[in-house]
T-cell receptor, first 115, second 114 residues
Framework: KAGVTQTPRYLIKTRGQQVTLSCSPI?????VSWYQQTPGQGLQFLFE???????NKGNFPGRFSGRQFSNSRSEMNVSTLELGDSALYLC??????????????FGQGTRLTVV | AQSVAQPEDQVNVAEGNPLTVKCTYS??????LFWYVQYPNRGLQFLLK??????LVKGSYGFEAEFNKSQTSFHLKKPSALVSDSALYFC????????????FGQGTELSVKP
């Protein structure tokens, strides 16, 4: 069974630009969550999607958005990039409803560098 | 508010010695606790979880963790450390009132020397 796939692995963008990151969850998983990892703030929850609906949202500005498609693939978008958005963005997939007890499976992440 | 604390930024252990990585948590409902490991330039790998039942849970690669409800702790342990265990370890909690959201500790860098 293939794991969680994130593309691209690395990105370099300029301040003010926008970026879209992609995540393909494990086959059959319907829940996708996104996390931002930085040395200063650690791992922070961005949002969670289930069946194309945002189920939960972290404390990030509106420049951060996401969506989920009918095949459970998810994208996150960051507009008007700032230097502080440089981070490793991790996607995690879970089977779906009633997943409190189920571990999340993480992709390898997309390393975004804003210059 | 829900939170997870890993009080040690770094833990140094000699190969063959037991290791402990500490974690305490605070949630409003029943806790669902997890340990993950991260190797350089990689995502997070699941090690083990506590949901209910036995306070000592066993996981991957010989790791285990002890849940202590009165101390709100979930410390990760291994009887005999390997150099290959050197990595960044994260404790995480799910609150039953917060859906699938994972709240992570700041991480503990484990260094195992030969």
């Amino acid at each position: 069974k293939a794991g969680v796939t994130q593309t691209p692995r690395y990105l370099i963008k300029t301040r003010g630009q926008q970026v879209t990151l992609s995540c393909s969850p494990i086959s059959g998983h319907r829940s996708v969550s996104w996390y931002q990892q930085t040395p200063g703030q650690g791992l922070q929850f961005l949002f969670e999607y289930f069946s194309e609906t945002q189920r939960n949202k972290g404390n990030f500005p509106g420049r951060f958005s996401g969506r989920q498609f009918s095949n459970s693939r998810s994208e996150m978008n960051v507009s008007t990039l700032e230097l502080g958005d440089s981070a490793l963005y991790l996607c995690a997939s879970s089977p779906g409803q009633g997943t409190l007890a189920t571990e999340a499976f993480f992709g390898q992440g997309t390393r975004l560098t804003v210059v | 508010a829900q939170s997870v604390a890993q009080p040690e930024d770094q833990v140094n252990v000699a190969e063959g010695n037991p290791l402990t990585v500490k974690c305490t948590y605070s949630v409003s409902g029943n806790p669902y606790l997890f340990w993950y490991v991260q190797y350089p330039n990689r995502g997070l790998q699941f090690l083990l979880k506590y949901i209910t039942g036995d306070n000592l849970v066993k996981g991957s690669y010989g790791f285990e963790a002890e849940f202590n409800k009165s101390q709100t702790s979930f410390h990760l342990k291994k009887p005999s450390a390997l150099v290959s265990d050197s990595a960044l370890y994260f404790c995480a909690v799910r609150d039953e009132n917060q859906g699938g959201k994972l709240i992570f500790g700041q991480g503990t860098e484990l260094s195992v020397k030969p």
